[in-house]
Nanobody
Framework: QVQLVESGGGLVQTGGSLRLSCGFS????????MDWYRQAPGKQREIVGL???????YYADSVKGRFTISRDNAKRTLWLQMNSLKPEDTAVYYC?????????WGQGTQVTVSS
């Protein structure tokens, strides 16, 4: 069974940092691409960034240069390091993996950035 469990959210001031973690089960393979998404109130869920099994990563323009995704397959953990946070980064953050034909999501963790 694929399981994803996020943690690390919280309340932070503008300009601050947070690191989110996503623990994943052994069913997720080293070559699986893993993603971070977020959903702000009243808005659609959007991708924040992704990391391939190779370690290459890509980011949405809105977070490029501020957020970094990393993973440690041995520790079965995916991270999202968020720096220089802005109020518009306030959202519920989800980790995600797609294994054909299924999408798997964690339960989400709330990030609130105060101005």
């Amino acid at each position: 069974q694929v399981q994803l469990v996020e943690s690390g959210g919280g309340l932070v001031q503008t300009g601050g940092s947070l690191r989110l973690s996503c623990g994943f089960s052994a069913k997720i393979l080293e070559n699986d691409t893993m993603d971070w998404y977020r959903q702000a109130p009243g808005k659609q869920r959007e991708i924040v960034g992704l990391i391939f099994g190779s370690g290459n990563s890509y980011y949405a323009d809105s977070v490029k240069g501020r957020f970094t995704i990393s993973r440690d397959n041995a520790k079965r953990t995916l991270w999202l390091q968020m720096n220089s946070l802005k109020p518009e980064d306030t959202a519920v953050y989800y980790c995600h993996v797609f294994q054909k034909p299924n999408h798997y999501w964690g339960q989400g963790t709330q990030v609130t950035v105060s101005s």
